[in-house]
């Protein structure tokens, strides 16, 4: 910060100084802006994920629709992108081996498969028939909720938006939507208000309940699959009775226009 008006400064990787009247951080999980306003260090899931794209030369057939599965520790999703291309991840605990496997795109298959035996058979030969050069393997970090409600997302004119602000667990496939709504009310905010501080705050104000409570359903569902303790289930079948009812009441939500 500029110690004579408080303004942000950015100095880039090639030496290049920018005096900035606000900064938006959207630097995804190991963000730099995150760590500059002061949030705290994301927590590591026991969880990993491998995903990648199937592209279907004459097309799929699947419904338009984020398909979840879920056996025993394993969740298995897909998502149709167009009429040829499928987007799939399959979230499990993560072993000793994952560490050597992250580049490794034969480990990552051999992987994905092994962890989905007896799930339908599309899905088996969804993931075998897949773009390689797609694949992905990676441990979960996220922000618990918790620190969500508290957390100071500001520093002078300085925020964050996307994974930067509230990266979580995959378990709902609503990370990239989140996002957007972010850049949505973020503009909306910025060209109503004439202070920076004051759009800011609106900003954060519109967007801290919506992710407390998205989070809160992710880390639910993540806890369901994480754990094998019979109470830290049932609090969690609890909450989603009690809370989210509606399993698809998320998608629904209206973050407004422009």
Not at 81 to 97: G, K, S
Not at 126 to 152: G, H
Not at 164 to 192: K, N, W, Y
Not at 196 to 209: F, K, P
Request: with cysteine; net charge positive.
């Amino acid at each position: 910060m500029d110690p004579l008006t408080s303004l942000p400064i950015l100095q880039l990787h090639d030496g290049t100084v920018i005096k900035a009247k606000v900064v938006i951080g959207c630097d995804g999980v190991n963000s730099v802006i995150a760590n500059f306003i002061g949030l705290k260090p994301l927590k590591q899931s026991t969880m990993g994920g491998a995903r990648g794209f199937t592209n279907y030369e004459n097309g799929h057939g699947f419904s338009p629709e984020f398909v979840t599965i879920r056996k025993g520790h394993v969740l298995l999703g897909r998502y149709p992108i167009d009429h040829n291309l499928v987007f799939w991840f399959v979230a499990r605990p993560i072993t000793p081996q994952d560490l050597t496997m992250s580049k490794d795109t034969t480990k990552i298959i051999s992987s994905a498969l092994e962890s989905v035996k007896g799930f339908p058979r599309e899905m088996l030969e969804m993931i075998q028939n897949c773009d390689v050069d797609s694949l992905t393997f990676n441990d979960t970090r996220y922000r618990a909720p918790w620190e969500l409600l508290n957390a100071r997302f500001r520093k002078g004119t300085v925020t964050v938006a996307g994974d930067a602000m509230h990266v979580m667990g995959p378990f709902l496939g609503q990370g990239g939507s989140i996002a957007l709504e972010d850049a949505i009310v973020l503009a909306r905010c910025l060209a109503t208000q004439k202070r920076a501080e004051v759009a800011l705050d609106q900003y954060i104000g519109e967007r801290r309940m919506r992710l407390v409570q998205i989070s809160t359903k992710t880390y639910a569902i993540g806890a369901l699959l994480e754990t094998s303790s019979v109470v830290v289930k049932l609090l969690c079948i609890v909450l989603m009775v009690i809370f989210f009812r509606d399993r698809l009441g998320h998608t629904r939500y209206d973050c407004g226009r422009l």
